[in-house]
């Protein structure tokens, strides 16, 4: 088992080095699965992407939630080339980002939740796999700072609509905001997913992620990680 997790993972690392490719790819892989519509096409209206336990879902949500008629959201691939391929279309798009420390920890620690659950479709990625994972996702969108919208986990969490009104003047577009209040966040989450939702259980996993997390012999990534995430944030 764990050697396939590392072989799938080696091979998304190569494939995204062909974007077209991997964007290819990925819709001949759902291509009768629901998550096709994910996927950027020409009907695309926004991208959203980031890196997991970004606040993805709920922005998601929010977005879609907030606006008079349905929007085409292409998101969750979870790869930088998503980004790419949105810039290449000139495609509104929004790329979310969380401190490492925190997105990393929150990953490894829902995975862990869902396989008690029995749930095997979230796989038993090793901490520094998904840390390689975190720095290759920005570190690839480092060069394109500028054609795109960053939005920070706080900011998605407590103001979406500051977020929403920064694509508006990027890509002269008309989002309608989200009306950000307490009422707003409940009817998001009350529908949604376990994983949106917050968890006491994975608060107490989270603790037990975070010894493997800054074990020593994962200090040189988890630098690197937080060298990424101040280059991505720094203005």
Do not use: C
């Amino acid at each position: 088992m764990k050697f396939q997790v590392y072989l799938n993972y080696a091979l998304k690392k190569q494939l995204e080095n062909f974007p077209a490719l991997y964007i290819s790819l990925l819709r001949w892989k759902y291509r009768n699965h629901w998550f096709k519509k994910r996927i950027i096409n020409e009907n695309t209206d926004i991208v959203i992407e980031g890196f997991p336990r970004s606040a993805n879902s709920f922005f998601v949500k929010a977005f879609a939630l907030a606006q008079n008629h349905q929007v085409n959201i292409a998101t969750h691939v979870h790869s930088h080339v998503h980004v790419l391929e949105a810039i290449k279309r000139q495609k509104p798009v929004v790329v979310l980002i969380r401190h490492p420390d925190e997105a990393i920890v929150s990953l490894k620690a829902l995975f862990i939740e869902s396989a008690g659950k029995g749930n095997n479709s979230y796989p038993q990625m090793p901490i520094h796999l998904m840390m390689d994972w975190y720095i290759r996702f920005y570190s690839g969108l480092l060069p394109y700072k500028s054609k795109f919208v960053l939005a920070k986990f706080d900011d998605v969490t407590s103001n979406i609509d500051i977020v929403i009104e920064n694509i508006n003047k990027k890509f002269n577009t008309a989002f309608h905001p989200f009306g950000h209040t307490k009422e707003n966040e409940f009817k998001i989450i009350e529908n949604a997913r376990f994983h949106l939702a917050p968890s006491e259980l994975r608060n107490k996993i989270k603790m037990q992620v975070k010894n493997e997390y800054f074990d020593k012999n994962n200090k040189k990534l988890r630098e690197l990680a937080l060298q990424t995430y101040l280059e991505m944030t720094h203005e």
